[in-house]
Antibody, heavy 120, light 107 residues
Framework: VQLLESGGGLVQPGGSLRLSCGAS????????MSWVRQAPGKGLEWVST????????FYADSVKGRFFISRDSSKNTLFLQMNSVRAEDTAVYYC??????????????WGQGTLVIVSS | DIQLTQSPSSVSASVGDRVTITCRAS??????LAWYQQKPGKAPKLLIY???SLQSGGPSRFSGSGSGTDFTLTISSLQPEDFATYYC?????????FGGGTKVEIK
């Protein structure tokens, strides 16, 4: 099982960025997927989860209405569209797979992370 | 939202020591709790799920216990590779939440 994030970088406040997470080694369409972030020197913060079918999505209040999670099972890829970004969105963003193919959200494994820096 | 409070925030211990970390939930979460280990510059790794189930490949010196609101992660005999930060996470309900972390440092 492998998860590989991409798309991070420097973005100005108010700007947009799309993160991707390529998945391999498992049946992508059978598992819920999530994004979790970690600000520099800080703890872990759950951001968003999408169900295996993509029909259900969940967001932290801190990103609701600004970030949008989606998935393309034909390409085994998870996305996070980040809009109206703020300085406090600066973090390493990890994608993570549910441990098993039931809607119980233990995260295993995690990708290596992609760094997003929001600054002018 | 369910708040998770970990204690201590840091602990200094020696190789071979027994280390216990606690995680308290602001409301009952049955056994919907996981523990992760994170080393500097690396992604977290799942150690324990469902409060007490050891993730495949996890060393047997790690154990978890508890239910409801009070949970513990125990390292029975600390090894050099165990120096890391540990986080609890509840999967009882959205928003999913993590504890603030416990850093296990070398004494």
């Amino acid at each position: 099982v492998q998860l590989l994030e991409s798309g991070g970088g420097l973005v100005q406040p108010g700007g947009s960025l799309r993160l991707s997470c390529g998945a391999s080694g498992f049946t992508f369409s059978s598992y819920a997927m999530s994004w979790v972030r970690q600000a520099p020197g800080k703890g872990l913060e759950w951001v968003s989860t999408i169900s295996d079918s993509g029909g259900s999505t969940f967001y932290a209040d801190s990103v609701k209405g600004r970030f949008f999670i989606s998935r393309d099972s034909s390409k085994n890829t998870l996305f996070l569209q980040m809009n109206s970004v703020r300085a406090e969105d600066t973090a390493v963003y990890y994608c993570a797979k549910d441990r098993v193919d039931t809607p119980i959200h233990w995260f295993d494994p995690w990708g290596q992370g992609t760094l997003v820096i929001v600054s002018s | 939202d369910i708040q998770l409070t970990q204690s201590p925030s840091s602990v200094s211990a020696s190789v071979g020591d027994r280390v216990t970390i606690t995680c308290r939930a602001s409301q009952g979460i049955s056994s919907w709790l996981a523990w992760y280990q994170q080393k500097p510059g690396k992604a977290p790794k799942l150690l324990i799920y469902a409060a007490s189930s050891l993730q495949s490949g996890g060393p047997s010196r790690f154990s978890g216990s508890g239910s409801g609101t009070d949970f513990t992660l125990t390292i029975s005999s600390l090894q050099p590779e165990d120096f890391a930060t540990y986080y609890c996470q509840q999967a009882n309900s959205f928003p999913l939440t993590f504890g603030g972390g416990t850093k296990v440092e070398i004494k």
